[in-house]
């Protein structure tokens, strides 16, 4: 058999480690990596800016629990491609960033576009290399297991330019998928326990790490075992349904001084997979004992909180260790927590005449079917709909709290719309994270993506906005003026339909979710909800 080029022998071995995908901005360099995808039955995906790329493989790394794929050029490329790669760093998405970078022959040189990629990557990938033409295998398989391990996250695997088209060295063989972490100690385990049977009144804390392992039925089990509330980082809703008579509420978001109301009377912390980099404990977490289950011991201040049981190792076997256990029935008040729940529901719900962001959520969900994906960008809306949306599962709600950049939404969404071709997808972002992002309605248009772009226009950075009231700033936060609200009838040939009130909106989602291409729904709100229900007391 003919021996494979180095493009050749990276498209066949990430085609065997379930990859179908690659997203970025081609350059000549690329062009080898590009036939041999193709050969390969690994569709490339053009996208408008290399930061998209990094996103949309994040969110595919996620979705299809393979790594997602981008890559960048020389330079601009790669530092444009920074910023989605920095969001699966601290999004914990598996991602293999490939980027073209000088030649052996040229390093240490001064050459047009040519920075050091291995530096520039370093802070934001879990491991960064240059290939070698010897070692092709051992590299892309090192990097699949090091992307999937816990923590997930980005590789980067620099391309020197020109070995596209060399011959393919031998290399390591085939490796497997990451091992698992290891079983949590006995001892630890035991210790936890008798911190549950001291305390009068736990609270559980799910975060981004409880997803992974797939424990939502378990944490249902032990919540209804123990009959102890549920608060969930933004990140892992869906990972309990907010109709669950122990579910709490969500962290950090809209009214979190009313999830506050539960957690500050708990004597114990039992965190499930709770992962800081969405928010860290100390922030929300009365003066207690926590109970921390992870495959990483906690971060936590441990002079402001000495009293830590660290469960490290797979959750899985740590929550059926407890579950085995003889634990008492803790004494909180199921119908006060009730209560609670539904006065914070309540307050969520649209306000009667008023066309603002509850009522875009609220439509937004009764609309978008059961198994529909919604994906939301950063800003004020992010807040709200952290609380208020109804979420089924954690693969039904996606958005960035680990890096948290504007521009998130309309990429995210085209990723879920690839990965998830079963599964209508809905984006929410508002107008500054769209105007980011906005060539991408060309990448949705082209890979003939049905998604549903509605756009939350209040022409301003709404979040920075109220910050600013609330210190009395009067520097503007405006960028767009009155007069430039007309819309056009089409972008990049992706239509739009511009709504001011309910009632339209709602037959535009309709029409658009019924559509068999890309639409963009300008929602004109009215943004007076947002000072009521966000940036609220933590504790």
């Given at each position: ?365 009764e609309e978008l079917p059961e198994n529909g994906i919604m994906t939301c960008d950063v800003g004020a809306h992010t807040h709200l709909i952290g609380q208020a949306w109804r979420t089924p599962d954690p693969a039904a709600q996606l958005m960035s709290n680990g890096w948290s950049s504007m521009g998130f939404g309309v990429p995210s969404a085209i990723g879920a719309g690839i990965a998830r071709p079963d599964r209508p997808v809905v984006c929410v972002t508002g107008d500054g994270g769209f105007m980011m992002m906005a060539g991408e309605m060309a990448t949705a248009r082209r890979q003939g993506l049905p998604i549903v772009f509605v756009v939350l226009r ?82």
């Amino acid at each position: 058999m003919e021996k494979q080029t180095v493009a050749e022998r990276i498209a066949a071995l990430l085609r065997v480690h379930g990859v179908e995908h690659v997203f970025g901005v081609p350059s000549g360099d690329w062009l080898p990596y590009m036939e041999a995808f193709a050969a390969a039955g690994i569709e490339f995906v053009l996208v408008a800016n290399e930061a998209s790329a990094g996103f949309m493989a994040a969110v595919y790394g996620w979705l299809r629990g393979v790594p997602g794929v981008c890559y960048g050029t020389f330079g601009p490329g790669a530092t444009n491609l920074a910023t989605g790669v920095g969001g699966a760093y601290l999004d914990r998405a598996p991602v293999i960033a490939f980027t073209s970078e000088t030649p052996d022959s040229a390093l240490g040189r001064t050459k047009q576009m040519m920075i050091d990629h291995q530096e520039l990557f370093r802070p934001i990938t879990k491991w960064t290399t240059r290939l070698n033409v010897a070692n092709v295998d051992g590299i892309v398989h090192a990097a699949v297991r090091e992307a999937l391990a816990e923590y997930p996250g980005p590789v980067h695997i620099g391309l020197p330019s020109g070995i596209g088209d060399q011959p393919a060295g031998g290399g390591a063989a085939a490796a497997g998928l990451p091992a698992s972490a290891h079983t949590p100690a006995p001892d630890a385990v035991s210790r936890a326990v008798a911190a549950i049977r001291g305390a009068s009144r736990p609270v559980l804390a799910v975060g981004l790490s409880a997803i992974r392992p797939g424990v939502a039925a378990t944490i249902d089990e032990l919540s209804r075992r123990l009959a102890v509330p549920v608060v969930l980082t933004p990140m892992a809703k869906g990972m309990l349904p907010e109709d669950h008579p122990w579910y709490a509420g969500v962290l950090f978001h809209a009214l979190s001084d009313r999830v506050a109301e539960t957690h500050r009377q708990a004597d114990l912390v039992i965190g499930v997979g709770y992962d800081p980099v969405e928010f860290d404990y100390e922030s929300w977490m009365p003066t207690v004992p926590l109970i921390h289950i992870d495959p990483r011991p906690a971060d936590i201040d441990r002079r402001a909180y000495p009293h830590v049981i660290d469960v490290v190792g797979d959750i899985a076997p740590a929550l059926d260790f407890l579950l085995a256990e003889d634990l008492p029935v803790a004494g909180w008040d199921m119908a006060a927590l009730a209560e609670r729940r539904r006065r914070m529901f309540a307050d969520l719900e649209p306000r009667a005449g008023l066309f603002g962001p509850f009522a875009a959520i609220s439509i937004l969900r009764e609309e978008l079917p059961e198994n529909g994906i919604m994906t939301c960008d950063v800003g004020a809306h992010t807040h709200l709909i952290g609380q208020a949306w109804r979420t089924p599962d954690p693969a039904a709600q996606l958005m960035s709290n680990g890096w948290s950049s504007m521009g998130f939404g309309v990429p995210s969404a085209i990723g879920a719309g690839i990965a998830r071709p079963d599964r209508p997808v809905v984006c929410v972002t508002g107008d500054g994270g769209f105007m980011m992002m906005a060539g991408e309605m060309a990448t949705a248009r082209r890979q003939g993506l049905p998604i549903v772009f509605v756009v939350l226009r209040d022409r301003a950075l709404g979040l920075i906005r109220i910050k600013q009231g609330r210190r009395g700033s009067v520097s503007d936060a405006t960028i767009l003026e009155p007069d430039g609200d007309r819309s056009a009838d089409f972008l990049f040939g992706v239509p739009v339909r511009s709504v001011s009130d309910a009632d339209g909106y709602r037959r535009a989602l309709r029409e658009a979710l019924a559509a068999q291409e890309p639409t963009i729904i300008e929602a004109h709100i009215e943004i007076s909800e947002y000072e009521e229900t966000i940036l609220r007391p933590h504790k």
